[in-house]
Nanobody, 123 residues
Framework: VQLVESGGGLVQAGGSLKLSCAASGRTFGSYAVAWFRQAPGKEREFVADINRNRSGGSTSYADSVKGRFTISRDNARNTAYLQMNSLKPEDTAVYYC???????????????WGQGTQVTVSS
C-alpha cells in the first residue's frame, strides 16, 4: 500500500484544515488507518485511528485532539481523512498517515507510511 497525504498548510488558531490520505491498491478497506504527528524535537505521536471497514470502522483519538479532530474513511475512493477543527498552535507538526492490518497506538505497528504534510497553526 502506498499512501500520499495532502491538505496541510498554514492556518490561524481556531481555524480548520482537512487532511487527506490517498492509498493505492484495491485492499485499502482491509487496513486500519491512523494519523500520527511529529513536531520538531519531539517523538512521533498518535493522533487518531480508524478500524478496517469490516470491523465497523470504529475510531479512537488522542486526548489532546478529542472533540476537535475527526477521522474518517471512504473505501470507494481509497482515501482516509482527518478533519481538524479549533486548531491550536500546539497542533503544529508534520502529520503522517499510516496503514496496518490491525489498529495500534504505537507507530512501530504500522508498515505503510505516507511522506507527511506540514500543518502550521499561528497564534
Amino acid at each position: 500500500v502506498q499512501l500520499v497525504e495532502s491538505g496541510g498548510g498554514l492556518v490561524q488558531a481556531g481555524g480548520s484544515l482537512k487532511l487527506s490520505c490517498a492509498a493505492s491498491g484495491r485492499t485499502f478497506g482491509s487496513y486500519a488507518v491512523a494519523w500520527f504527528r511529529q513536531a520538531p524535537g519531539k517523538e512521533r505521536e498518535f493522533v487518531a485511528d480508524i478500524n478496517r471497514n469490516r470491523s465497523g470502522g470504529s475510531t479512537s483519538y488522542a486526548d489532546s485532539v478529542k472533540g476537535r479532530f475527526t477521522i474518517s474513511r471512504d473505501n470507494a475512493r481509497n482515501t482516509a481523512y482527518l478533519q481538524m477543527n479549533s486548531l491550536k498552535p500546539e497542533d503544529t507538526a508534520v502529520y503522517y498517515c499510516a496503514a496496518a492490518p490491525y489498529r495500534s497506538y504505537g507507530p512501530m505497528t504500522y508498515a505503510y507510511w505516507g511522506q507527511g504534510t506540514q500543518v502550521t497553526v499561528s497564534s
